[in-house]
């Protein structure tokens, strides 16, 4: 091979790659739906919902996308008499994609009615999936205190790790990130409402098949 045929390989390889980084970025800029990549570390500790959307922006900023305004898809409860906040009400109207362009709703309505929100769809802010049921480990698990309208549960059930601010008091209600096929649209598969964690920990989370992983929505 001559080093004129080399050089050229070489520089259509470059060009490519070049290419492939830039349809990448400007699908993360685009990107208005993601799943945190890691969590906080501890548990169902977030810092609240104010951390948790820190954690949300930080990431999307450190992915090319941190010119949106990012929020978890958390619920909180307060004391008695307060006012709960509803992980629907906090993430804006939508359209809402993946970092690969794959629209998962349309709006609030549609999230909850038809989301599409699956195995495949359900990238980090990276545009790399999330492993899930069949994968090593589990991490399928998504905290959102909510039910599977993006509602708040009443404060006496603590569904929330005391409003996402412990990792050792109270329980999460989790959703399953990746749902597939008519089954998985019943209670117990939805991306939002599935089932309580074993507890607020770290570890608790990790047993009960997720890693403190959420829902990040662009406003």
């Known amino acids: ?66 010119n949106k305004t990012w929020r978890a ?31 998962v709703a349309k709006d609030v309505n549609d999230l909850h009615a038809n989301p599409n929100i699956n ?11 999330i492993k899930v049921r069949g994968d090593t480990p589990n991490m399928h ?10 509602r708040a549960f009443p404060p006496n059930l603590n569904l929330t790790c005391n409003n996402w601010t412990s990792s050792n008091f109270g329980s999460a209600m989790l959703g399953h990130g990746d749902r597939e096929g008519i089954a998985d649209t019943v209670y117990q598969h939805s991306p939002f409402a599935a089932h309580m964690s074993r507890d607020c920990s770290q570890p608790g989370l990790v047993q009960t098949g997720g890693n403190g992983l959420f829902y990040c929505f662009a406003q």
């Not at 390889?13 to 969590?39: D, H, K, R, Y």
């Not at 195995?119 to 999936?129: A, I, P, V, Y």
């Not at 698990?141 to 993006?150: K, P, R």
């Open 1 to 66: 091979m001559t080093t004129k045929l080399k050089f050229t390989i070489f520089a259509s390889a470059a060009v490519l790659s070049l290419a492939a980084a830039g349809i990448l970025q400007a699908q993360q800029n685009n990107m208005s739906f993601f799943v945190t990549s890691v969590g906080s570390g501890k548990g169902g500790d977030l810092g609240g919902l104010q951390g948790a959307d820190a954690h949300c922006q930080q990431l999307a900023q450190a992915a090319g996308a941190g």
């Open 73 to 103: 898809y958390l619920s909180s409860t307060t004391p008695p008499g307060g006012q709960a906040t509803n992980a629907r009400d906090r993430i804006g109207n939508g359209p809402w994609q993946n970092a690969k362009g794959v629209v």
């Open 119 to 129: 195995k495949e769809t359900l990238l980090d802010e990276k545009g790399e999936r």
């Open 141 to 150: 698990d998504m905290l959102t205190g909510s039910d599977m309208q993006g």
